[in-house]
């Protein structure tokens, strides 16, 4: 079973910088290798999805029409390219909003796994990767194998003082890839048994 899960700031688009937000398509800058990524994990038969805070909706500072034309650009471009994205869900409340769909609440990825027809308890089998603490404690709350990435908000010794540790720790998603297949071919072997000659 192969699941991954994406923040998007900081992950596939350059981090905007603390406080700030992405609010138009021009300020939308992949990270190296991102696409390449998402491409890779495609071709591999992964089922990948984005979940994404994106309060500045709530706060007035762009508005759903602007995610919108961002969230295009990026799907369109990593279609281009060979890669697939099988939806992508933003939370635009606030913090304070109650949702269930605000990282760390899960309630995003619950969905994710409606739609390929899995169960919450599927989750395990799936990665979530992201660059802040709410992502990994959404991954941890879902029971996905956690990566931080270090390509955007955090860095590692910030990682060192949070409650829910990352499992897995990548410089970039590019990275992030590598432990994904990685671990993904050691748990397959580990299947099939000691003697599989393809191990």
Same mark, same amino acid.
């Given at each position: 079973?192969? &699941?991954? *899960? *994406?923040? +998007? #700031?900081?992950? &596939?688009?350059?981090?905007?910088?603390f406080g700030n937000y992405v609010t138009k398509v021009k300020n939308f800058h992949f990270i190296k290798g991102s696409i390449d990524t998402i491409v890779d994990l495609t071709n591999r038969g992964y089922h990948i999805f984005v979940v994404s805070n994106q309060a500045g909706v709530a706060k007035g500072i762009y508005s759903a029409k602007k995610l919108k034309q961002i969230n295009d650009y990026m799907m369109r471009h990593v279609? $281009?390219?060979? %890669? +697939? &994205?099988?939806k992508v869900f933003y939370c635009m409340h606030r913090s304070d909003a109650g949702c269930d769909c605000r990282k760390p609440n899960t309630g995003s990825i619950e969905r994710a796994l409606k739609i390929i027809n899995k169960k919450s308890k #599927? @989750? $395990?089998? @799936?990665?979530?990767? %992201?660059? #802040?603490?709410?992502? &990994?404690e959404a991954g941890h709350n879902a029971g996905c194998k956690t990566i931080l990435v270090l390509s955007g908000k955090n860095r590692r010794k910030d990682a060192k003082n949070w409650v829910v540790q990352p499992d897995f720790i990548a410089k970039t998603l590019s990275d992030a890839r590598k432990i994904i297949i990685?671990?993904?071919? +050691?748990?397959?072997?580990? %299947?099939?048994?000691?003697?599989? $000659?393809?191990c």
């Amino acid at each position: 079973m192969k &699941i991954v *899960f *994406f923040d +998007r #700031d900081g992950v &596939i688009n350059e981090f905007p910088g603390f406080g700030n937000y992405v609010t138009k398509v021009k300020n939308f800058h992949f990270i190296k290798g991102s696409i390449d990524t998402i491409v890779d994990l495609t071709n591999r038969g992964y089922h990948i999805f984005v979940v994404s805070n994106q309060a500045g909706v709530a706060k007035g500072i762009y508005s759903a029409k602007k995610l919108k034309q961002i969230n295009d650009y990026m799907m369109r471009h990593v279609k $281009k390219a060979g %890669g +697939r &994205i099988k939806k992508v869900f933003y939370c635009m409340h606030r913090s304070d909003a109650g949702c269930d769909c605000r990282k760390p609440n899960t309630g995003s990825i619950e969905r994710a796994l409606k739609i390929i027809n899995k169960k919450s308890k #599927d @989750a $395990k089998y @799936a990665y979530f990767v %992201g660059d #802040d603490k709410t992502d &990994i404690e959404a991954g941890h709350n879902a029971g996905c194998k956690t990566i931080l990435v270090l390509s955007g908000k955090n860095r590692r010794k910030d990682a060192k003082n949070w409650v829910v540790q990352p499992d897995f720790i990548a410089k970039t998603l590019s990275d992030a890839r590598k432990i994904i297949i990685d671990e993904n071919s +050691r748990y397959s072997c580990l %299947g099939r048994g000691r003697a599989s $000659k393809s191990c």
